[in-house]
């Protein structure tokens, strides 16, 4: 069964260092989300993105955040100057295009750590 | 704003029984979907169950079966013959209609984290 995956599992980085976090979504997908769950808490949305560009995108999500699809198959999150509380767990999702199939497809995560 | 609720943080059951968690959500939209995932200890959201608001007929997956309550905008999940693997943390997601460009980002409930006694 097709799924959703992410690179790397776990990355640290320090303080004010760019961390590029990547997806690749499911082939026929064509909506792609990232969520980010900060330790013992709820799942935030993020930042959606369909057609090569954002289509919404949530407070959190600040000039510090870009998200590209450089290719035909990755989907990438990029912090350009890390804090301390970026530390999280950052999914991405997928879903396709199929009207009334509204369920979106996760990966495993990518666990940020900022020291 | 939508808002989905789970009001227990946590819940035990026994293997084999049945158990039931709650989540209830406000929105002003007619038309919306609904979901349960499951976050295992490897913290993967796993999709457990789907329920599209305009089906009146309560979405069931095997052993998992909801109570889709619209007018009291509830939605519980029903996990009969516990087994020791439904051991995780249960998310409450809710999205809504697809119009104005949305893409239907998912709003989660802060999870019942659910324990298996064997």
């Known amino acids: 069964e097709p799924e959703v995956t992410q690179t790397p599992s776990h990355q640290v980085t320090q303080m004010g260092q760019e961390v590029i976090l990547r997806c690749v979504p499911i082939s026929n997908h064509l909506y792609f989300y990232w969520y980010r769950q900060i330790l013992g808490q709820k799942v935030e949305f993020l930042v959606s993105?369909?057609?090569?560009?954002?289509?919404?995108k949530s407070e959190i999500f600040d000039d510090q955040f870009s998200v590209e699809r450089p290719d035909g198959s990755n989907f990438t999150l990029k912090i350009r100057s890390t804090k301390l509380e970026d530390s999280a767990m950052y999914f991405c999702?997928?879903?396709?295009?199929?009207?009334?199939?509204?369920?979106?497809?996760f990966g495993p995560g990518t666990r940020l750590t900022v020291t | 704003a939508q808002t989905v609720t789970q009001s227990q943080p946590e819940m035990s059951v026994q293997e084999a029984e049945t158990v039931t968690l709650s989540c209830t959500y406000d929105?002003?939209?007619?038309?919306?979907?609904l979901f349960w995932y499951k976050q295992p200890p490897s913290r993967q959201m796993i999709l457990v169950i789907r329920?599209?608001?305009?089906?009146?007929q309560n979405a069931t997956e095997n052993r998992f079966s909801v109570n889709f309550q619209k007018a009291a905008k509830s939605f519980s999940l029903k996990i009969s013959d516990s087994q020791l693997g439904d051991a995780a943390m249960y998310f409450c997601?809710?999205?809504?209609?697809?119009?104005?460009?949305?893409?239907?980002?998912?709003?989660f409930g802060k999870g019942t984290k659910l324990s298996v006694k064997p």
């Open positions: 929105t002003s939209e007619s038309d919306y979907y």
């Open positions: 997601a809710y999205r809504g209609p697809n119009y104005g460009g949305s893409q239907g980002n998912l709003i």
């Open positions: 329920q599209e608001a305009y089906k009146q």
């Open positions: 999702a997928s879903r396709a295009r199929t009207i009334g199939r509204y369920e979106q497809y």
């Open positions: 993105f369909y057609n090569n560009e954002i289509s919404e």
